[in-house]
Structures are given as C-alpha cells and as structure tokens.
C-alpha cells in the first residue's frame, strides 16, 4: 500500500458507521472517527502483545510531524520501551485542565518563548499579585479565563462545545480580536497536550476563529493626535502620562505600562528596558526627549512601588479599553489603537527624514532592515540616531500640540 500524502489525508472521508483506520509506513495509523474527526495512531507490539498510543489529532498534528513522532517512538520500542503504558501512567497522575495548563507553560511555552506570560494570561493564569514569582505554578486562575472556569474538568473531557462558547463569550464582552488570541493560546496547549494525555482528538480542531481580521495602517493625523494628546493630558494619573509616553517614545503598550523608576536614568535622559520585559528577548534603550522627561517628571512616585503606573502597588494598571473609551469620547478621535500610537510615531519619523533602520531600532523592531544574516553582523547600537530621532519626533509632537509644526528637519542617517 502506497503511503499517505497530505492531499490524501485532507480528503479522506469518515464513514458514519464505523472508525477506519489507514496505515502509512513504520506503525502509523491515520484513525478518522465517524464524526469525522482524525488523529494519528502508532501501533507497535510490546511483550508479544499489540500497542497502540495516541500521538496527536489533525490537523494540528501534520502528516510529517506524526512520522517524525512514529518514527522516534519506533526507535524508543526498540529499546525496550512501552510509549503507551507510559503515556497512561502519565495521563492518569494529573490531568485535570488547571495542571496540564501549568505544565504546558513549564514545559513548552516558557522555556520557548519569552513572551509566554501572555501565553499564560490568554489561557488564565496570571502572576499572583501578593507572591511576584516566574514560576507558572504560582500563578492564580483569572476571574474571566478557561482556567476559571474548567480548571478541575479532566482535559480530556472538554468539547467543542465548550471551546465555542468561552470564546463566544469574549466576542460578547466586545473583544472579537482578543477571542482570536486565547483561541490561538488554546489551540497550541491542546495540541502540546495531545501528545502526553488521553485525548481522542483536540477539541480546538474544526473550531473556527472567533473573528476576521485584516491588516491595520490607521496612522492620527496632526489634528488627531492633538485631540487625543489634549484628551489624555485630562485623564488623572496615571492614564493620562502613560497614553502621552506611547505618543512620545512608540514602544509597546505593555511596556510602557510597566515602565519603572529602576529602568530611567532622567539625567542621562535614558530609559533602559531588561530583556525579560520585551517582546523580542532583546535589552532596549530608548533615548527620552525633552518631551518625554517632563511627562515622566509629572509622575508622582508612589511609596513602597517601582512602578510608575499602578493602581494596586503591585501590578501595572490594565484596563485599557475603559481609557480608551473615555479618550474617544472627549477627543472625538474613533477608529484607533494604542498600537496606531506606535505607527504613528514611524510614519511620522520617516516624514521627517529619517531612515527605515533606525526607525526600526527606536522600535526594537528584529525584522525588516536587520533580519537574518545582517541581523547577526549588525552591532552597531545607533545610540546617537536613536536620540536624535526621538528628540525630532518629540519637537515634532511638541508643535503639533502648540499649532506649530514643521517637517524641516535634517535626515537622521543610518
């Protein structure tokens, strides 16, 4: 029997009366449930007796990565292992939602991703406010996340069902991109999870995106970006600066958020970002200008925190889309982002002259101008091209604000 193709095994039709299972090579098995759902099985003989071990569902497991999976536990039979008494020991000891998603972030996402806090808080974890720690396990369940709600459910007894309705319930909250986001958080636990529980197939697989999303280029003209700075500069502490400082420095709304004291050295007029606080595991100096150091001077400094913007003294404030909502409102400016901050203070810089690269290190951008091989050779730190294109930028928002803005500015060569 010729072996499975991908285009074979997209088109393969279950029969509504009976599971079918289609060999491939080495022990693989493609199972298609008469609900139609598929998953990978290997089949090996272990004390003169048949085996069989679950390895993942598709499509999230693929037709290469399942052979890859056979093919290792083949050679792991050849030693002398038994794959599936192990995976029964290990799915049966703990796997109940809360614990496969501690160890999903212990194993996989933290050790792979320095982003994997997100990861943790699209899921439902978050850091415990009274016991600041980088272990996952000392994370506490969200008020609104899956943790909440199925963290003592068996995994392997969630649905589809139960997959759609919690992210119906984020679209319904009014949070149709964010719905996107756990449901890609989720997937990727489910899949990691299906090679070490019990699961007849992912409950995410045929689980649509809760929403369609297209590129943005929203960038504020002149005229918005003063409603919304002047609308901001109305807010109390400390919605008020923090919105002004994405304005100011176009750094990343988590960031900024959790800018501290520790971080800003005000006579050097530099803010110095660790590489566990950014998106791309790379340290970051970000030049203040001016405009930015009499922001930051309006701070007040909070007793007993590092931060500068808190609400609890213990974590950086959230709550962005009520601040949001409230700066629509008194700016009349719609239809933005925060994020549209950030690409507005690009599109802004390369108004004024200067080049792509060092746009892109203001932005601590990895991609685009310093990817790949230049990326590797590039160590050039455009520290001084990096000051005077942020001090440009704030004299250019400076006059935006006054009625006095000019793009006659000398080109900040990289």
Known sequence: MAKLTDAAVLKKRPDPNKRIEIHDAGGLYLVIQPSGAKSWAFRYRFAG????????????????????????????????????????VASTAADDFATVAVQFLQRYAKPKNRGWKETARLIGLIPDPTNPSDDPATFVA?????????????????TRADINRHLDGIV?????????????????????????????????DRVERPSAEVSRDRILTDD??????????????????????????GQRLNEVAGMAWSELDLEK?????????????????????AQAIKVIRSVPKVAGTDMLFTTTGDSPISGFSKT???????SGVTDWTFHDLRRTLASGMARLGINLPV???????????????????????FADEKRAALDAWGRYVAGVIDGQT?????????
């Not at 923090?242 to 100011?248: E, K, R, T, Y």
């Not at 746009?359 to 590039?378: A, C, D, P, W």
């Open 49 to 88: 007796k048949s085996r069989k071990l679950t390895i993942g569902g598709y499509p999230s497991t693929d037709l290469a990565h399942a052979r890859a999976r056979a093919a290792a536990e083949h050679v792991r039979v050849q030693g002398g292992a038994d794959p599936a008494t192990e995976h029964m």
């Open 142 to 158: 969200h008020k609104d996340g899956a943790v909440k709600k199925w963290g003592h459910r068996k995994i392997a007894d969630l």
């Open 172 to 204: 319904d909250r009014g949070s149709p991109i964010a719905a996107n986001r756990v449901f890609a958080a989720l997937r990727k636990m489910f899949g990691w999870a299906e090679t070490r529980y019990a699961l007849k197939a992912n409950p995410c």
């Open 224 to 249: 918005e970006l003063k409603s919304v700075w002047v609308a901001a500069g109305e807010l109390e502490w400390p919605f008020g600066p923090f919105v002004q400082l994405l304005a100011l420095t």
């Open 269 to 289: 007029k530099l803010w110095t970002l660790p590489r566990g606080r950014v998106k791309n595991d790379k340290g970051h100096e970000v030049p203040l200008s």
């Open 324 to 330: 949001k909502a409230t700066i629509d409102e008194q």
């Open 359 to 381: 746009i892109e290190k203001v932005l601590n951008h990895s991609s685009g101008s310093f990817r790949g091989i230049v990326g590797i050779y590039q160590r050039h730190s």
């Open 406 to 414: 000019t793009t006659n500015v000398v080109p900040i060569r990289a």
